[in-house]
């Protein structure tokens, strides 16, 4: 179906108009900018589950094998839709800069890469963009950062390059075995390649720093704090679950049976993960870095969903992903709005601001409730269907998880007491509360929080045939086995 390649190619002509746009009138641009972003997102609500299955697939180099494959099935159109919904907002979240043409550009870049990944069936293709989407980012945190954005920048391209330079290696490693880049062919083949384990070992140490799973995280501290409100979100609610999809469809979908062996290793590291995550963003006074923290252990949870051979499990995780972009989203957003009337990301920097700003105060506490999993919000879905596959694993693992959830509650309940309902501080003449376009921005995550927290059963349908599809690949290949 050719239309999938629109997914593509309109951000990237979007990207392409803002270039030759003029740069005097910085509203023109967003507005355009944000136009481009939406248009996928139209698309895709405009024939819904008609996608499904949708296929676009042309020679490209022949001598190779290689295919420009681009496929929707259902675990790709949760992440397609995930992409198209955060990327506009993250581009009208971004405030007056000065090189808006530019920037702008890039983030319509990003779109269009990431687009072009969740949708890829070529192993090519999927690491081409696998790779090309580390450049967008790294411009993104250099151009709109803090202080020591260069040194955050510099420390997230090494970090994502070391993770990922073998893998090039793993793909020949696996094209050589098979004589084809396609993932539903490699999937028949991959575990009975030469050295399945070193690249299977390959692909998931990539995964696992994008994502980061436990101790690979290394960069995150640095390039969450420093990057600006636009860099934190598309960092910690899309970058991560390109990792997480990389687990998904790779490593669970190409090496089902080794990954079934090395889970409960995996499952122990994200354990410590959550842990070590929500223990250090207890021990904060720094509100950036508290959410930041709070991030790296809410998706080492989701990790340790995956890392549990269940479809309960798997359902919940994917779920959670979703769950956990659209929270993170919106607390960064809020954070990045106190942290320009603060002028400051410090929790001392002032107390008392629910009497000076009611509805910022009050619309943080909702993003507060739903990171926190209060039921008939979106992560209590997710959390309870993870516990409970955990539960069947072992009672000690599960009581550890859901020790994790109530430091969860005392550091985020904290963080509200401490900037908006402790003795009020003086007054100071930048603390404007939430104006309409603002508010209106966070209306849409809000709405995805009530109706995932209240009604999750559609997108738990959706989701259901990709989590049974792994469990069954495993079935298969040791019913051959036998």
């Known amino acids: 179906m050719l239309s999938l390649l629109w997914f593509i190619i309109i951000p990237f002509s979007a990207a392409l108009v803002t270039l030759v746009l003029p740069a005097s009138n910085p509203k023109t641009l967003k507005r355009c900018a944000f136009l481009g972003s939406l248009l996928p997102l139209l698309m895709l609500l405009w024939n819904n589950t008609g996608w499904l299955g949708a296929d676009f697939s042309v020679p490209w180099m022949r001598a190779l094998s290689i295919h420009f494959h681009l496929h929707l099935d259902s675990l790709s159109l949760v992440f397609l839709f995930l992409v198209n919904v955060i990327i506009p907002i993250s581009i009208v979240s971004e405030r007056v800069v000065t090189t808006p043409r530019f920037l702008y550009a890039i983030i319509l870049a990003l779109q269009g890469l990431l687009n072009g990944f969740f949708m890829a069936q070529d192993l090519v293709i999927f690491t081409f963009f696998w790779e090309a989407m580390l450049l967008p980012l790294y411009f993104i945190i250099t151009l ?161 969903g995956l890392f549990v051979w269940d479809s309960t499990s798997q359902s919940g995780a994917i779920i959670q992903a979703v769950n956990h972009a659209v929270t993170i989203t919106g607390l960064f957003l809020l954070a990045g709005w106190l942290e320009l009337r603060l002028s400051s990301t410090s929790m001392d920097a002032a107390g008392g601001l629910a009497k000076y700003l009611p509805k910022l105060c009050w619309i943080t506490l909702f993003f507060v409730l739903s990171a926190v999993a209060l039921p008939g919000m979106n992560n209590f879905v997710g959390e309870v269907l993870i516990l409970y596959a955990v539960l069947g694993q072992s009672i000690w693992l599960a009581a550890l998880l859901g020790l994790t959830v109530i430091f969860s509650v005392v550091y985020m309940l904290r963080f509200m007491h401490r900037i908006y309902f402790e003795t009020p501080a003086p007054f100071q003449k930048n603390w404007v509360d939430l104006k309409g376009k603002e508010i209106w921005l966070t209306v849409p995550l809000m709405a995805l929080i009530l109706w995932l927290g209240v009604y999750p059963m559609p997108a738990l349908k959706q989701i259901e045939p990709a989590a049974k599809k792994i469990m069954s690949l495993a079935k298969m290949e040791k019913g051959r086995n036998k």
């Open 144 to 304: 709109r950062g803090g202080k020591e954005r260069q040194k955050a920048a510099y420390t997230f391209i090494i970090y994502m390059i070391a993770g990922s330079v073998l893998m090039v290696a793993a793909v020949l490693l696996l094209y050589f075995a098979a004589l084809s880049f396609d993932i539903p062919t490699l999937a028949i083949i991959a575990e009975k390649a030469p050295h399945a384990m070193l690249i299977s070992a390959i692909f998931l140490l990539a995964f696992c720093v994008k994502t980061p799973l436990f101790p690979f995280h290394g960069w995150l501290p640095i390039t969450y704090y420093e990057a600006s409100t636009t860099g934190t979100i598309l960092l910690s609610a899309i970058l991560s679950k390109a990792g997480i999809y990389g687990i998904l469809r790779i490593s669970l979908g190409l090496f089902p049976n080794i990954m079934r062996e090395w889970n409960p290793w995996l499952l122990d590291l994200a354990i410590i993960g959550v842990l070590y995550g929500a223990i250090v963003a207890w021990a904060q006074t720094d509100f950036k870095k508290l959410i930041a923290y709070s991030s790296f252990s809410h998706i080492n949870f989701v990790l340790a």
